[in-house]
């Protein structure tokens, strides 16, 4: 249980940490405390269970306490606790990076480590610049992300998102010349979708609007989530990824995947990718990489990228980029200790066989007070509620703050309700969740 904290805390023993994306004076009125975790459940620090619907934040996809991860991180920080990977190595690094090379999309095994999403969106971002001046491209320098896109809150992930809060209080720190395609969620056509919509792979065609503004040679890649989550779940529909693939090959414009969420089997196949069957030339991964239990992102390129950078003269610096803690030895332990559960328990295509039941569960709540659309792909689903007059966002947190009290962590953003839970979660538990949900819908006006 947490050693510091007594179970209840005073509020004045809150006001240390500046908590993020988080609304603080609010949260520290009221706070929601979790002090354990294990399986598919936490508990509060006065120790009622939580059933997990979010994965912790998209990240925990064994499920908690997973004993093999704590052992590996043990004996690692036993063996040898850090390592410099700049001028250096260590075996445990290369070792990941071939069993992750493994699970690759084709020809995506190359990989660099980072620390987190936002850096892995970084780190993309600078080896798609590092590629195309390789290749004596160095004018393409322009990046197109799209509207309601999230790619972490680095500078750069921050210019090629589209999430306006994140992005207004930064305005005149934006990448130059960076443009967004349109975003795909259109509830007029696709409202209450079975996975992907039918409609709007046209929307792709955006993408050869902005060429024809801005020039395919001034463009050096093109980033999207092929699920997006945290700008509420939107899915890409029939076609569009591949059609944005067309556009990209036609144009020799690099295409990343920034598959943060979608890594790791949450789509029901490692990588959604895989699922989709489009392969991006740049692909950023973190959180499920080690069940979220030490900070670990990995950016897979494309061999094609790695070679054109390696024709650099011998013996200089390729790429000049990287962390401190690329590759931190604990972090590759508790990797590959989550690859071998991964593979063990089926868990990287486990949600294609329970994302039909899933799915029935949640369009279970079509026709509640105020649900104006639900969306769902593989273990992921969304429920979009229509927003109360003058105060958007207000209603979907009210039903957040009340599943908490009731046993449930869903996530808020804007009017949505997202849940992503670990893939582990059995149909008991989905009918538990998705009940839940229900019954405080009907409650909140
Ligand atoms: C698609 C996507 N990219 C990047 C990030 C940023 O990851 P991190 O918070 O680890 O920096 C996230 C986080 O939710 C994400 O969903």
Same mark, same amino acid.
């Given at each position: 249980?947490?050693?510091?904290?007594?179970?209840?805390?005073?509020?004045?023993?809150?006001?240390?940490?500046?908590?993020?994306?988080?609304?603080? !004076?609010?949260?520290?009125?009221?706070?929601? +405390?979790?002090?354990?975790?294990?399986?598919?459940? $936490?508990?509060?620090?006065?120790?009622?269970?939580?059933? *997990?619907?979010?994965?912790?934040?998209?990240?925990?996809?064994?499920?908690?306490?997973?004993?093999?991860?704590?052992?590996?991180?043990?004996?690692?920080?036993? %063996?040898?606790?850090?390592?410099?990977?700049?001028?250096?190595?260590?075996?445990?690094?290369?070792?990941?990076?071939?069993?992750?090379?493994?699970?690759?999309?084709?020809?995506?095994?190359?990989?660099?480590?980072?620390?987190?999403?936002?850096?892995?969106?970084? %780190?993309?971002?600078?080896?798609?610049?590092?590629?195309? !001046?390789?290749?004596?491209?160095?004018?393409?320098? !322009?990046?197109?992300?799209?509207? =309601?896109?999230?790619?972490?809150?680095?500078?750069?992930?921050?210019?090629?998102?589209?999430?306006?809060?994140?992005? =207004?209080?930064?305005?005149?720190?934006?990448?130059?010349?960076?443009?967004?395609?349109?975003?795909?969620?259109?509830?007029?056509?696709?409202?209450?979708?079975?996975?992907?919509?039918?409609?709007?792979?046209?929307?792709?065609?955006?993408?050869? !609007?902005?060429?024809?503004?801005?020039?395919? &040679? @001034?463009?050096?890649?093109?980033?999207?989530?092929?699920?997006?989550?945290?700008?509420?779940?939107?899915?890409?529909?029939?076609? $569009?990824?591949?059609?944005?693939?067309?556009?990209? *090959?036609?144009?020799?414009?690099? +295409?990343?995947? *920034?598959?943060?969420?979608?890594?790791?089997?949450?789509?029901?196949?490692?990588?959604?990718?895989?699922?989709?069957?489009?392969?991006?030339?740049?692909? @950023?991964?973190?959180?499920?990489? @080690?069940?979220?239990?030490?900070?670990?992102?990995?950016?897979?390129?494309?061999?094609?990228? $790695?070679?054109?950078?390696?024709?650099?003269?011998?013996?200089?610096?390729?790429?000049?980029?990287?962390?401190?803690?690329?590759?931190?030895?604990?972090?590759?332990?508790?990797?590959?200790?989550?690859?071998?559960? $991964?593979?063990?328990?089926?868990?990287?295509?486990?949600?294609? &066989?329970?994302?039909? +039941?899933? /799915?029935?569960?949640?369009?279970?709540?079509?026709?509640?007070?105020?649900?104006? *659309?639900?969306?769902?792909?593989?273990?992921?689903?969304?429920?979009?509620?229509?927003?109360?007059?003058? =105060?958007?966002?207000?209603?979907?947190?009210?039903?957040?703050?009340?599943?908490?009290?009731?046993?449930?962590?869903?996530?808020? @953003?804007?009017?949505?309700?997202?849940?992503?839970?670990?893939?582990?979660?059995?149909?008991?538990?989905?009918?538990?969740?998705?009940?839940?949900?229900?019954?405080?819908?009907? /409650?909140?006006?």
């Amino acid at each position: 249980m947490n050693a510091q904290l007594s179970p209840l805390p005073a509020n004045n023993e809150l006001d240390a940490f500046w908590m993020p994306f988080t609304a603080n !004076r609010q949260f520290k009125s009221g706070p929601r +405390l979790l002090a354990r975790a294990e399986g598919m459940h $936490y508990w509060t620090a006065d120790g009622r269970e939580i059933m *997990d619907g979010v994965a912790g934040l998209w990240c925990v996809n064994a499920g908690h306490g997973r004993r093999e991860i704590t052992e590996a991180v043990t004996k690692q920080l036993g %063996t040898m606790e850090f390592a410099p990977t700049f001028q250096m190595g260590h075996p445990i690094a290369f070792e990941l990076a071939n069993r992750l090379s493994e699970i690759a999309p084709p020809n995506l095994d190359r990989i660099f480590f980072t620390n987190s999403g936002s850096e892995s969106v970084d %780190t993309a971002l600078k080896i798609a610049l590092a590629y195309h !001046r390789a290749k004596g491209a160095g004018q393409r320098t !322009r990046f197109i992300g799209r509207e =309601k896109g999230y790619h972490g809150v680095g500078f750069g992930g921050t210019s090629v998102g589209g999430m306006v809060n994140n992005r =207004k209080a930064f305005a005149s720190a934006m990448l130059p010349g960076v443009d967004h395609l349109r975003h795909t969620l259109d509830i007029e056509h696709n409202a209450f979708s079975r996975g992907l919509p039918q409609w709007g792979a046209h929307l792709a065609n955006e993408l050869e !609007r902005l060429i024809g503004l801005h020039d395919a &040679s @001034t463009i050096a890649a093109v980033i999207v989530e092929p699920i997006s989550g945290s700008g509420g779940v939107l899915l890409p529909p029939v076609g $569009y990824l591949k059609r944005l693939r067309e556009i990209c *090959d036609k144009n020799d414009i690099l +295409l990343i995947f *920034d598959e943060v969420i979608t890594g790791f089997g949450r789509i029901g196949k490692p990588f959604a990718s895989l699922a989709f069957d489009v392969t991006p030339d740049l692909m @950023t991964t973190a959180k499920g990489i @080690t069940n979220g239990a030490i900070p670990m992102g990995a950016v897979f390129a494309h061999r094609k990228i $790695y070679d054109a950078c390696m024709q650099a003269p011998e013996g200089s610096i390729e790429l000049f980029h990287g962390y401190t803690y690329s590759a931190h030895p604990v972090a590759c332990a508790a990797a590959l200790a989550t690859l071998d559960i $991964y593979k063990k328990e089926g868990l990287l295509t486990r949600a294609a &066989s329970v994302s039909p +039941l899933w /799915e029935d569960a949640l369009h279970a709540l079509r026709g509640l007070p105020h649900v104006i *659309d639900i969306r769902n792909y593989g273990l992921i689903g969304a429920v979009e509620l229509e927003p109360r007059a003058g =105060k958007p966002g207000a209603r979907a947190f009210e039903i957040f703050v009340k599943c908490f009290e009731r046993g449930i962590m869903v996530r808020q @953003t804007g009017d949505t309700i997202a849940m992503s839970p670990p893939l582990i979660i059995e149909p008991k538990q989905i009918a538990q969740l998705i009940e839940t949900l229900g019954e405080v819908i009907r /409650e909140v006006a």
